[in-house]
């Protein structure tokens, strides 16, 4: 049987998750591959902590570019995060011969067309499954089992922190957004510092890689409307239940014709659709193609085992194509050519969807019908209103939400901005935009 040498850079929690499956499943994966595969060599700053499985600790090096530089090395696996130097790293690797496994989203999705144009020119291959929703194979799917499709619809939960954290304050009324996300960091499943989570620039990243996958865009960050999750109140997951929804941050992406919209943001949807039920730190998407019609991808979107898997089927795709000889027989996104620009993403004040609203407004006459005249004056329909009553002492403000037909983001937006501005309203209206195509 012949072999093939790997390099890991990289050795944080899924590291030793790759490592843990190449000597548990390593018979499996040597018959299905047909080569005896071989951890020559891990790069990581540490290595002396221990990472809870064994190993032969001689192969250890701080030393990235013995892996790079080794010519017995075919394949590098990088999982260090950050464009910094892993984008260098990956580079020179390739332009070494080799073909490279990756989990960072973030590179990709900011300097992917570059790194993939560099495996092109020197006939190498570059994988990155576990960047998008860790164990789940959804990258492979559009590239490669769906692509018979146009795809109408997709939404999809790409983030196991702001799912768990939505669902935590979903399941316990009244516990607020700081109190949660110090419970999914004692738990593990929250940084130090949650600010690429929360914020919404991880999904973010994730939805261009999506996006280029099933529309052919390249878009970038600026292309892309992303809101995250710091300012949903508890009071607005209450209302939520009310409405018989569930607040998500969802990642979007729906056709119009020639346009695409492309957004992430909190999103009320419906409890009976199938994401609904995706709670806790799982990822979940949901697509619509035009031949396959509605399908959903449920798992674990993160943690060292499930995402370590999709790097390694990842690692057998690779060795599979060295056996042929057949470097990029499939691109990496799916396009053998150059990409669209993001000139056919719609620009998010021209979307068109429905809207929650909350005001906090002064409970006297009239104010109701001020803030109704607004809306009528900028376009917006009202479907429901609800007001809340005033505390026992009868003084200050009392949330008033309007639930809206569809209207447009930025007649919302003018309309937000005066009611503000009124002097029987506290603050600027909240928010939270709704997917529900049977509302109107």
């Known amino acids: 049987m012949d072999e093939i040498s790997i390099g890991l850079i990289g050795f944080g929690t899924i590291g030793s998750g790759v490592v843990q499956i190449l000597k548990e499943n390593q018979a499996i994966l040597e018959a299905r591959t047909g080569f005896r595969i071989k951890l020559k060599r891990i790069a990581d700053l540490d290595i002396h902590t221990d990472r809870g499985v064994s190993f032969d600790e001689s192969i250890l090096t701080t030393d990235a570019y013995q892996i790079i530089r080794d010519p017995e090395i075919s394949i590098v696996i990088e999982l260090m995060g950050g464009c910094e130097p892993a984008r260098t790293f990956i580079t020179e690797a390739i332009r070494n011969g080799k073909s490279v496994v990756t989990a960072n989203k973030a590179l990709l999705a900011e300097h992917g067309l570059e790194v993939f144009e560099t495996a092109r020119e020197n006939s190498t291959d570059i994988a990155f499954e576990a960047a998008v929703a860790g164990g789940i194979p959804i990258l492979r799917s559009l590239r490669e089992g769906l692509i018979a499709n146009k795809f109408d619809k997709i939404l999809a939960i790409l983030n196991g922190t702001c799912n768990f954290i939505l669902s935590e304050m979903t399941d316990n009324p009244g516990a607020s957004f700081n109190e949660t996300l110090q419970r999914a960091q004692k738990l593990g499943y929250a940084e130090t510092d949650p600010t690429l989570d929360i914020e919404g620039i991880d999904s973010a990243h994730k939805l261009v890689l999506v996006l280029a996958l099933t529309h052919g865009i390249h878009a970038t960050l600026q292309n892309i409307h992303v809101e995250g999750i710091t300012r949903i109140d508890p009071f607005d997951l209450v209302m939520a239940r009310e409405f018989s929804y569930k607040i998500k941050l969802l990642a979007m992406i729906i056709r119009h014709g020639t346009k ?181």
Request: aromatic share 4%.
């Open 260 to 440: 695409v919209e492309v957004r992430l943001h909190p999103t009320m949807i419906p409890q009976n659709h199938p994401l609904a039920q995706v709670d806790g730190v799982f990822n979940g998407i949901f697509l619509r193609g035009d031949m396959v019609g509605d399908q959903l991808f449920y798992g674990r979107g993160a943690g060292r085992e499930p995402t370590a898997s999709a790097v390694i089927a990842d690692v057998i795709e690779l060795i599979r194509n060295r056996r042929l000889g057949k470097a990029g027989r499939v691109p990496p996104l799916g396009y053998p050519g150059h990409l669209a620009s993001a000139d056919s993403v719609l620009d998010m004040n021209e979307v068109v969807t429905n809207y929650y609203i909350r005001i906090q407004a002064i409970d006297r006459p009239g104010v109701l019908s001020r803030i109704a005249g607004i809306m009528a004056d900028h376009n917006i329909s009202i479907h429901s209103v609800v007001q809340k009553r005033r505390d026992r002492s009868g003084a200050g403000a009392v949330p008033v939400v309007f639930i809206t037909h569809s209207a447009k983001e930025a007649d919302v937006q003018k309309a937000r901005q005066k009611i503000g501005n009124l002097d029987v309203v506290d603050a600027p209206p909240a928010i939270i935009r709704i997917e529900d195509e049977d509302l109107d």
